[in-house]
């Protein structure tokens, strides 16, 4: 009868010792889940479709053809009033830049680079006076990239028409190559400065060369 109280206290002890082991293994269990799961939304591999998506607010964003903006006025100009001057569309050849007949679902946003650009020609004697206006399907980003970006861009279009030749400027065709180029180096400098391009077009509302 003595025996009894002595064999119970060791069960009991190992009882409680029991429940404190589960105890532990609960928590760390439940610890290792929540490391894993601010791990894993650290690393991107948690919500990474809603950051995407938060980044893609931020760029650029095509205008529907509904929403293209319209003079106020006859004969009324403005920053984005300006069209073809001169010139036929040409495409710029920048990423980002829908092509073919999808162009036409979107509107065309136009910016008149002021003033206008003077240059000498490729081993000649001429000298090239033009007028440019850009035009993207995008809404302002684009210009607003334009415009905080105007001294590289600008850089870039004069570079472009030193190098262009003589014979390209007497032409529609020359021209035509010419709006390409000159596409094509406004949408390296943003994507270089800005990590996306835009313009699609780019028009001569001026032509002189003396």
Request: net charge negative; proline share 4%.
């Amino acid at each position: 009868m003595s025996d009894k109280p002595e064999d119970a206290a060791p069960k009991k002890k190992g009882g409680k010792m029991k429940i404190i082991i589960m105890a532990l293994a609960l928590v760390i269990l439940v610890g290792g889940g929540v490391g894993a799961g601010v791990y894993a939304a650290s690393s991107g591999l948690i919500g990474g479709g809603g950051h995407a998506a938060a980044e893609e607010e931020h760029g650029p964003k095509l205008v529907p053809k509904s929403e293209q903006k319209r003079p106020k006025a006859e004969g009324e100009g403005g920053e984005g009033g300006h069209g073809g001057g001169g010139g036929e569309a040409a495409s710029g050849g920048g990423k980002h830049v829908p092509s073919g007949g999808d162009g036409d679902k979107y509107a065309s946003n136009y910016y008149t680079m002021d003033p206008q650009f003077t240059s000498n020609l490729q081993n000649s004697v001429h000298v090239v006076q033009i007028g440019i206006a850009i035009s993207t399907p995008y809404d302002d980003t684009v210009i607003e990239n334009l415009k905080t970006n105007d001294i590289a861009v600008r850089s870039a279009v004069l570079l472009t028409l030193g190098d262009t030749p003589e014979e390209q400027v007497f032409t529609s065709a020359g021209k035509e190559v010419m709006q390409k180029r000159l596409a094509k180096a406004i949408n390296d400098i943003l994507e270089q400065k800005e990590g996306f391009g835009g313009v699609s077009n780019v028009y001569f509302t001026n032509f002189v060369v003396q």
